[in-house]
């Protein structure tokens, strides 16, 4: 099969980009032939909240990407379209993140599926976004107006695919763990690197900061966490001021430590095997990638009951799910996992439950979805 993939790519940063590299190397893996397809302008400037689009460290899967898309111009994506529509691939994937893109992506898809061979697929990370904006709605139609088929990663974004549009043809298949930043190293050497004292209690809270994430609620729980540590580390794509002043008002500055910056990808590795947990504590969420990062370096998480997050992470035995919102319930469960020892037991289990996680699994579900369709017409 001709596969063309279209959505974030290095030099561009982030996990969409992680997310198609890996795509990208286990449809080559299976025998495909893969186009990836990304931009040479993903977000105009005054919309990008962060220091910068594109990633500083080392590229950790080599794909060639084409930089074609220009994401605010309409005559771009005529240009792209027409051209993908000459190729004819048996299949575009647009990683769909966010309905800024459906505009873009609706057209794209809407000209190259003109040559009668082409198919198009939805990878939806979100059908109903986190932040919500006028539009979000009539441009998330116009894109999947122009899909053949969809492929969600939980059941809270199947759900929002089945309200929405009821008819679709989609797959559902978890998210695969996040393998492209390589294996755990030692605690003793992450945290040596990192400066992290041998006998600390650590938990992390990894990725951009943005509200509906829950860094406020994370640093209430910490008012009632005993003998621990929480490592922010990431890009604040909110004000990060109101967080350090929030920690300074509960007067746990000692027990925060924050790394207000992007991290490489060639550095991930070192903040999630220096860790005891990652936490999650979501206000709102349709799956994590930070969840599958924790998997692959075999690091419990203890998580927000929201979105897909209680899928993954079975309670009680590769972490633990407290209701969202709710500082002393999430206090209470890193307390008992620290103060139980349970970080030996959790991370066996970890180890049992990320095999279910498969990029395989996922390219064979959205070749069997468009082989099964074709050989009915």
Known sequence: MNVVIIGAAYPLRGGIAHYVALLAKYF??????????????????????????????????????????DSINPFNWLSVGNALRKRKPDLIIFKYLLPFFGPCYGTIAAIARRNRRTKTV????????????????VFTNYAFHFSDYFLVQSDAVESDLLRLYPDSEYRKIPHPV???????????????KLGIASD????????????????????????????????????FY??????????????????????????????????????NAVVLPYKSATQSGI??????????VIATNVGGLAEIIPDGEAGYIVEANAPEQFANAVNTFFQKNKEEDFVARVKIEKK??????????????????????
């Not at 500083?56 to 060639?64: D, N, R, Y």
Request: with cysteine.
């Open 28 to 69: 080559l893996k299976a025998g495909h032939s893969v186009d990836v397809v990304s931009f040479k302008r993903q977000y105009p400037a005054f919309l990008f909240p962060g220091k910068t689009q594109e990633e500083s460290g080392e590229e950790l899967f080599s794909i060639k990407a084409e930089m074609l898309i």
């Open 122 to 137: 939805m990878i939806c990370d979100n059908i109903v976004p986190h932040e919500k904006r006028p539009g979000d709605r």
């Open 178 to 192: 996040y393998e492209i930043f390589g294996e755990e190293v030692s605690k003793e050497i992450a945290r040596k």
């Open 200 to 235: 600390e209690n650590i938990i992390l809270f990894f990725g951009y900061v943005r509200a509906y994430k829950g860094l406020d609620v994370m640093l209430h729980a910490m008012k009632t966490i005993v003998n621990a540590t929480l490592c922010v580390v990431g890009e």
């Open 238 to 275: 909110d004000d990060e001021q109101q967080y350090r002043a929030l920690a300074k008002e509960l007067h746990i500055e000692s027990s925060v430590r924050f790394i207000s910056d992007y991290i490489p990808n060639d550095e991930v590795k070192y903040y999630f095997s220096a860790c």
């Open 291 to 300: 969840a599958q990062i924790a998997f692959n370096f075999n690091k419990p």
């Open 356 to 377: 279910k996680y498969s990029w395989e699994n996922l390219v064979d579900a959205i070749v069997e979805m468009v082989s099964e369709n074709r050989s009915r017409k």
